[in-house]
């Protein structure tokens, strides 16, 4: 435990015996632009963008003293860890909000071994757009593949101002109705110029997370040659060829790739945008590491989640996402009164599951421990979605009835519908919503009750 909490960079002269270290949600000064525009005023764990790196090994214990130094309530959501109810971070639904001034214990074990995150619960909208996020790495029990270099490449995007400064308009309904807070500048761990040397042939894992509001990112590596192993933390039985990747808000992937590019030429991870491919992420090979490239991996060794009981005889339950720009849809029920949609809009709600703008009283879904539960969602929106289930990993399920990988997050397009299936094996109340955190806080949220 002592040799994890001293790899998260915590100076050791802040710990004292049976003190979690901290983790301060604060004001911090980022340079997010090149370095000829001002600094960025921004809000960090500890100041800093991205917050500091949590990494454990599977199995362990991760304990944080949050601090709330914000003008306004906040909590910590641990993204994909499936974890004691309790501390999943949820206002209302799994504890208070922490207020401004006030602290929170964060204890949980970690499970599963892969790439995670964490990011505030409260006004998720603002305070993410302001740059609250950071990485927290589970590493396999039996070691990790064999690499060169393992590494955490946090994918953001900024509304910034002329002066780059965080543009306001958190509340925005037309960004709201539409695909949410989408930036004008991408950054790579808090750089607007990520790059780094690299050697030819040399093999890297990359932990891609997209940390955006509301961006899908569609990825390509150049001058790399590699693999996918994992999505959303979660092991591939087998690795899959890396081609184009998309990443939507809070979806994971861990890559493996080797350098192909020569020496003296660069190699870049490119973002793919309407008008064409930017580079996020530029490495300059500077030397040879070896002079071949290494075999294909192995599997990562799968984590303990509980394979599917039958699906005909799981409980069931619908999902329809309504509402957004451009929808068919006419209103919803909010505060147990049908309002349409302009009076929804006056109250900062424009879209609907199932009917309804406001959190439910009742579950989507009340299920027994251990029960298989499978949801069909059906996307009637004109927009995309990234639907999050917070607590457990699901599978897609094919029309054949083939499982997918597992996920925590799905991407969802316009028109479409789909199911997903899960073991309901970890008990207490669980979100189920849209990770464009513009839709969620809209009305995009619902909840699953496991006894
Ligand atoms: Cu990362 Cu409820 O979400
Ligand atoms: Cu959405």
Redesign the pocket.
């Known amino acids: 435990m002592v040799a994890a909490l001293a790899a998260t960079g915590f100076r050791p002269t802040a710990l004292q015996a049976g003190t979690p270290p901290d983790l301060i949600a604060r004001e911090g000064v980022l340079q997010l632009a090149p370095a000829n525009y001002p600094e960025t005023q921004g809000i960090g764990y500890n100041g800093a963008v991205p917050g500091p790196m949590i990494r454990l090994p599977q199995g362990a214990r991760m304990t944080r003293r949050f601090q709330n130094e914000l003008p306004q309530p906040s909590t910590i ?1 641990w ?1 994909g860890i499936r974890l004691d109810n309790a501390m999943d971070g ?1 206002p209302g639904l799994t504890q208070d909000v922490v207020e401004p001034g006030a602290t929170f214990l964060y204890d949980f074990v970690v499970p599963d071994a892969g790439t995670y995150w964490y ?1 505030p ?1 409260n006004r998720s909208y603002e305070q993410m757009a302001r740059g609250l996020s950071g990485a927290l790495v589970v590493e396999e029990a039996g070691g990790g593949p064999e690499v060169d270099n393992d590494e955490v490449l946090l994918i953001d995007d900024w509304r910034l101002a002329e002066d780059a400064q965080i543009a306001g308009g958190f509340g925005d309904m037309h960004d709201w109705a539409h695909a949410g807070r989408i930036g004008n500048w991408i950054t790579v761990n808090g750089l607007g110029d990520w790059r780094k040397p690299v050697q030819q042939h040399s093999r890297h894992r990359w932990r891609l997370v997209n940390t955006a509001n509301a961006r899908i990112f569609s990825l390509e590596a150049q001058g790399l040659g590699g693999w996918i192993i994992a999505l959303d933390g979660m092991p591939l039985d087998a690795p899959q060829p890396l081609d184009r990747l998309t990443l939507a808000p ?1 979806q994971r992937a861990d890559i493996i790739v080797d350098v192909t590019a020569s020496v003296g030429e660069e190699a870049f991870l490119v973002s793919f945008e309407r008008d064409g491919g930017y580079a996020i992420a530029t490495f300059d090979v500077t030397a040879i590491a070896r002079s071949e490239r290494l075999d294909a991996p192995s599997p990562l060794p799968p984590n303990p989640v509980p394979q599917l009981g039958p699906l005909e005889t799981a409980r069931k339950a619908a999902l329809l996402m309504e509402g957004g720009a451009m929808g068919r849809m006419g209103g919803a029920m909010m505060g147990g009164q049908m309002m349409g949609m302009r009076e929804m809009a006056g109250a900062g709600k424009v879209w609907a599951f199932n009917g309804m703008a406001d959190m439910p009283d009742e579950p989507l879904v009340a299920a027994d421990r251990g029960e298989t539960v499978r949801i069909d969602i059906t996307n009637d929106t004109a927009w995309p979605h990234a639907m ?1 289930l ?1 607590g457990h990993h699901f599978r897609q399920i094919g029309s054949n009835g083939t499982a997918g990988p597992l996920r925590d997050t799905l991407l969802m397009d316009r028109g479409e519908t789909a199911q997903i299936a899960f073991v309901a094996d970890n008990p207490g109340d669980w ?1 189920l ?1 849209c ?1 464009m955190l513009e839709h969620s806080a809209g009305g995009m949220m619902t909840w699953l009750r496991v006894a």
């Open positions: 959501h993204h949820v990011h619960h809070a999050h917070h979100l919503h990770h």
